[in-house]
């Protein structure tokens, strides 16, 4: 089974920034569309930004011109880079691989903005 596991997170101010990191286990890697994804309690789970095999970008217009999402193929990681980040980016972050029917995704890393 494909593991995918999330690293960073925590807490800043308004205005701070953070780095998320997503590792997966799989040598097809790079054929998959990696996204990331925020949950709010008692909210859907919605789309933030992803990234095409084929390196297109797609960000939700809440975070556009302030995170960034990248992917290093060779080391099997995506990458969601957060700045000027504001309390309403609360939630918890989820990692998530596509390629047809098949899916995986990560365990999920809390992200906090507060003064």
């Known amino acids: 089974q494909v593991q995918v596991v999330q690293s960073g997170g925590g807490s800043v101010q308004p205005g701070g920034s953070l780095r998320l990191s997503c590792r997966a286990s799989t040598i097809l890697f790079q054929h998959y569309t990696v996204a990331w994804y925020r949950e709010v309690p008692g909210k859907q789970r919605d789309l933030v930004a992803n990234i095409t095999f084929n390196n297109d970008l797609n960000y939700a217009t809440s975070v556009s011109g302030r995170f960034t999402i990248s992917r290093d193929n060779l080391d099997y990681t995506v990458y969601l880079q957060m700045d000027n980040l504001q309390p309403e980016d609360t939630g918890v972050y989820y990692c998530?691989?596509?390629?047809?029917?098949?899916?995986?995704w990560g365990q999920g890393t809390q992200a906090t903005v507060s003064s």
């Open positions: 998530h691989l596509k390629m047809g029917h098949i899916e995986f």
